[in-house]
Protein backbone atom coordinates (compact mmCIF):
# COMPACT_ATOMS: atom_id res chain seq x y z
CA UNK A 1 0.00 0.00 0.00
CA UNK A 2 1.34 3.51 -0.77
CA UNK A 3 0.83 6.37 1.44
CA UNK A 4 0.05 10.22 1.11
CA UNK A 5 0.25 12.51 3.80
CA UNK A 6 -1.06 15.81 3.73
CA UNK A 7 -2.54 18.83 5.74
CA UNK A 8 0.30 20.18 7.84
CA UNK A 9 1.14 24.10 8.24
CA UNK A 10 1.91 26.54 10.19
CA UNK A 11 -0.31 27.12 12.91
CA UNK A 12 -0.64 29.15 16.33
CA UNK A 13 -0.54 27.46 19.54
CA UNK A 14 -4.25 26.69 20.52
CA UNK A 15 -5.50 26.59 17.03
CA UNK A 16 -6.65 22.99 15.09
CA UNK A 17 -5.42 21.07 11.90
CA UNK A 18 -6.58 18.18 10.16
CA UNK A 19 -3.95 15.77 8.60
CA UNK A 20 -5.39 13.36 5.85
CA UNK A 21 -3.45 10.22 4.39
CA UNK A 22 -4.62 8.79 1.41
CA UNK A 23 -3.96 5.15 0.49
CA UNK A 24 -3.92 3.46 -2.59
CA UNK A 25 -2.77 0.01 -4.02
CA UNK A 26 -4.47 -2.35 -1.57
CA UNK A 27 -7.59 -3.15 0.10
CA UNK A 28 -7.55 -0.14 2.57
CA UNK A 29 -9.84 -2.04 5.26
CA UNK A 30 -7.63 -4.32 5.87
CA UNK A 31 -4.85 -2.35 7.30
CA UNK A 32 -4.37 -1.27 10.86
CA UNK A 33 -3.82 2.65 10.47
CA UNK A 34 -1.58 5.09 12.53
CA UNK A 35 -0.01 7.95 12.87
CA UNK A 36 3.63 8.83 14.29
CA UNK A 37 5.58 12.68 14.45
CA UNK A 38 9.20 13.06 14.73
CA UNK A 39 10.56 15.88 16.05
CA UNK A 40 14.21 17.63 15.44
CA UNK A 41 16.78 15.78 17.30
CA UNK A 42 14.14 12.96 18.48
CA UNK A 43 13.15 9.49 17.84
CA UNK A 44 10.46 9.08 16.05
CA UNK A 45 7.17 8.40 18.30
CA UNK A 46 3.81 7.12 18.60
CA UNK A 47 0.42 9.54 18.31
CA UNK A 48 -2.41 7.59 17.27
CA UNK A 49 -3.79 4.08 15.70
CA UNK A 50 -7.23 2.88 14.70
CA UNK A 51 -8.05 -0.58 13.65
CA UNK A 52 -9.68 -1.53 10.26
CA UNK A 53 -13.50 -0.51 11.37
CA UNK A 54 -12.51 2.72 13.46
CA UNK A 55 -14.21 1.29 16.12
CA UNK A 56 -10.89 0.78 18.02
CA UNK A 57 -8.71 3.79 18.49
CA UNK A 58 -5.34 4.29 20.96
CA UNK A 59 -3.87 7.35 21.69
CA UNK A 60 0.05 8.62 22.92
CA UNK A 61 -0.96 10.21 26.75
CA UNK A 62 0.60 13.51 25.11
CA UNK A 63 -2.39 13.55 22.81
CA UNK A 64 -5.43 12.24 24.61
CA UNK A 65 -8.53 14.02 24.56
CA UNK A 66 -6.45 17.01 21.86
CA UNK A 67 -6.00 14.73 18.85
CA UNK A 68 -8.91 12.31 17.51
CA UNK A 69 -8.03 9.76 14.96
CA UNK A 70 -10.97 8.90 11.88
CA UNK A 71 -10.68 6.70 9.17
CA UNK A 72 -13.16 6.55 6.06
CA UNK A 73 -12.43 2.83 4.41
CA UNK A 74 -14.80 4.20 1.24
CA UNK A 75 -12.54 7.02 0.90
CA UNK A 76 -9.45 4.81 1.43
CA UNK A 77 -8.24 8.05 3.75
CA UNK A 78 -7.02 8.49 6.74
CA UNK A 79 -7.56 11.49 9.29
CA UNK A 80 -5.92 13.37 12.33
CA UNK A 81 -7.69 16.05 14.02
CA UNK A 82 -5.66 17.95 15.89
CA UNK A 83 -6.98 20.17 18.31
CA UNK A 84 -5.66 22.70 21.40
CA UNK A 85 -2.24 22.42 19.20
CA UNK A 86 0.93 23.56 22.04
CA UNK A 87 4.34 24.51 20.32
CA UNK A 88 5.86 20.54 21.22
CA UNK A 89 3.65 19.40 18.92
CA UNK A 90 5.97 20.60 15.96
CA UNK A 91 6.82 17.95 14.36
CA UNK A 92 7.01 16.27 11.28
CA UNK A 93 3.69 13.76 11.17
CA UNK A 94 3.60 10.17 9.17
CA UNK A 95 1.01 8.16 8.48
CA UNK A 96 1.66 4.28 8.94
CA UNK A 97 -0.22 0.99 7.77
CA UNK A 98 0.31 -2.46 8.65
CA UNK A 99 -1.76 -5.84 8.29
CA UNK A 100 -3.87 -6.72 11.32
CA UNK A 101 -6.52 -8.53 12.77
CA UNK A 102 -9.68 -7.09 13.25
CA UNK A 103 -9.45 -5.59 16.64
CA UNK A 104 -5.95 -4.72 16.65
CA UNK A 105 -4.37 -1.41 17.32
CA UNK A 106 -0.50 -1.18 17.22
CA UNK A 107 1.69 1.93 18.93
CA UNK A 108 5.00 0.69 17.97
CA UNK A 109 7.24 1.77 15.09
CA UNK A 110 8.40 -1.98 14.56
CA UNK A 111 4.49 -2.90 13.62
CA UNK A 112 4.07 -0.68 10.87
CA UNK A 113 5.16 -1.97 7.23
CA UNK A 114 4.21 1.17 5.27
CA UNK A 115 4.95 4.67 6.18
CA UNK A 116 4.31 7.75 3.90
CA UNK A 117 6.68 10.42 3.33
CA UNK A 118 5.31 12.87 6.33
CA UNK A 119 3.94 16.34 6.55
CA UNK A 120 5.21 19.23 8.63
CA UNK A 121 3.15 20.98 11.43
CA UNK A 122 4.47 23.77 12.98
CA UNK A 123 3.17 25.91 16.06
CA UNK A 124 4.00 28.76 17.09
CA UNK A 125 3.70 29.89 20.38
Known amino acids: VQLQASGGGLVQAGGSLRLSCAAS????????MGWFRQAPGKEREFVAT????????GYADSVKGRFSISRDNAKNALYLQMNSLKPEDTAVYYC???????????????????WGQGTLVTVSS
Open 96 to 114: AATVGYSGTIYSQTGHYNY
Open 25 to 32: GRTFSNYV
Open 50 to 57: INWSGDRT
